[in-house]
């Protein structure tokens, strides 16, 4: 068993839709709880970074942490053609070793 | 966000030759950084870490000898590709953990990456 587990999609959805990803981890010491986003050749980029169990907002994004579920999600709001992309969960226990999901690539149709 | 830069971009070098790529830290002082690989429609691999002026931690099947890191300063790290093989094409991205450069911001930054480098070897 992976220790991080990621529904790979497809997921494709009409614009405007809410984008709903998420990802389920074994290890109860992962403490940190990132989403990135990695358009196609192009390097990850951070968009949200928690570390407690909640809800975190930034503007059409919301990063959710159930720690007692080991569960992360990460809802897009309004969604847009642009959002098209990978978006990777990737967590860590205290340390540097962030352990990453395999991915889920989303496809928002105009 | 922060800014991580990688050079080149994209590469394309004959087999039995040495490549070397760089990852810089634009704003901020880069502690650590760390380097992986990632094949296409996988997600990415850590390949090593590493602590500036510090030799690097590399993983599990990964050939030190291979892949020679150096991050001999805040804001740069390299990774050199040595007797590259067709089996080594793949896209290399390195990312970037620090504090900004203005400490009294007491900014920290968790891991940035840069913007990835392609690696054909012919």
């Known amino acids: 068993q992976k220790e991080v587990e990621q529904d790979p999609g497809p997921l494709s959805v009409p614009e405007g839709a809410i984008v709903s990803l998420n990802c389920t981890y074994s290890n109860s010491a992962f403490q940190y709880f990132m989403w990135y986003r990695q358009y196609s050749r192009k390097g990850p980029e951070l968009l949200m970074y928690?570390?407690?169990?909640g809800n975190k907002e930034d503007g059409r994004f919301t990063a959710q942490v159930d720690k007692s579920s080991k569960y992360i999600s990460l809802f897009i709001r309004d969604s847009q053609p642009s959002d098209s992309a990978t978006y990777l969960c990737a967590i860590k226990a205290a340390g540097n070793k962030l352990t990453f999901g395999g991915g889920t690539r989303v496809l928002v149709k105009p | 966000g922060a800014v991580v830069s990688q050079h080149p971009s994209r590469v394309i070098c004959k087999s039995g030759t040495s490549v070397k790529i760089e990852c810089r830290s634009l704003?901020?002082?880069?502690?650590?950084m760390f380097w992986y690989r990632q094949f296409p429609k996988q997600s990415l691999m850590l390949m090593a870490t590493s602590n500036e002026g510090s030799k690097a931690t590399y993983e599990q099947g990964v050939e030190k000898d291979k892949f020679l890191i150096n991050h001999a300063s805040l804001t740069l790290s390299t990774l050199t590709v040595t007797s590259a093989h067709p089996e080594d094409s793949s896209f290399y991205i390195c990312?970037?953990?620090?504090?900004?450069?203005?400490?009294?911001?007491?900014?920290?930054?968790?891991?940035?990456f840069g913007p990835g480098t392609r690696l054909t070897v012919t």
């Open positions: 990312s970037a953990r620090g504090q900004h450069r203005n400490w009294s911001l007491a900014r920290f930054y968790e891991q940035y």
């Open positions: 704003d901020f002082q880069a502690t650590t």
């Open positions: 928690t570390y407690s169990s």
